[in-house]
């Protein structure tokens, strides 16, 4: 079946690059994203890609896509204290025409002052 | 436009008790859905639906019900509430378009004793 995979916790210093990583399953995924979750609050979408482009950039935000590998990661530069919370990825299988998304566990995004 | 709301924000409940989530969206989305977020484990699909009367089971219906009985409303009823439904519920909706964005309200954190 469909399944999203994330590594649970990444900590960076201020001002450092953070990647966090992301695989799934579904190869006929056509659109991925990047949600984020701030302590109490629900999610709010970052940025997606659709699944024919490589690579999407927007602000201090870069997404690589590699389809071969099934493998999505999401990089920040210079990461503040304000970019801690939970990232999620998730993705919208081809066969859906529902809206339906699949998310993985969530990484946990600690930084450091 | 005040998005995805959802009552209450925090609830405790005594086992077998029953109860309903409400939820509530003002953007004439067509999809729906319900989650339960537990540590480590992400984001799990409780049950969703595509349109008004039409509902359908995700990953983890057992001891939920859903109705769609109008676009806008979409509530979650625990018939009889266990321990093992403690969790924070997140309803969302998404629009149809390109990049089907995903909407969510801001969380039902619920306690079953």
């Known amino acids: 079946g469909e399944d999203v995979e994330q590594s649970l916790f990444l900590s960076v210093r201020e001002g450092d690059s953070s990647v966090i990583n992301c695989t799934y399953t579904?190869?006929?995924?056509?659109?991925l994203y990047w949600y984020k979750q701030e302590p109490g609050a629900g999610l709010q979408l970052l940025t997606y890609i659709f699944s024919n482009m490589d690579m999407k950039q927007d602000q201090r935000l870069t997404v690589l896509l590699n389809k071969k590998d099934k493998h999505l990661s999401l990089r920040i530069a210079d990461t503040q204290t304000g970019d801690s919370a939970i990232y999620f990825c998730?993705?919208?299988?081809?066969?859906?025409?529902?809206?339906?998304?699949?998310f993985g566990q969530g990484t946990t995004l600690q930084v450091k002052p | 436009n005040a998005g995805v709301t959802q009552t209450p924000k925090f609830q405790v409940l005594k086992t077998g008790q029953s109860m309903t989530l409400q939820c509530a969206q003002d953007?004439?989305?067509?999809?729906m859905s319900w989650y339960r977020q537990d540590p480590g484990m992400g984001l799990r699909l409780i049950h969703y639906?595509?349109?008004?009367?039409?509902?359908d089971q995700g990953e983890v219906p057992n001891g939920y019900n859903v109705s769609r009985s109008t676009t806008e409303d979409f509530p979650l009823r625990l018939l009889s509430a266990a321990p093992s439904q403690t969790s924070v519920y997140f309803c969302?909706?998404?629009?149809?378009?390109?990049?089907?964005?995903?909407?969510f309200g801001p969380g039902t954190r619920l306690t079953v004793l």
């Open positions: 969302a909706s998404t629009g149809r378009g390109s990049y089907n964005e995903q909407f």
């Open positions: 639906s595509v349109g008004a009367g039409i509902t």
């Open positions: 998730a993705e919208r299988g081809g066969s859906s025409n529902t809206g339906k998304l699949i």
């Open positions: 953007m004439n989305h067509e999809y």
């Open positions: 579904d190869s006929s995924s056509t659109y």
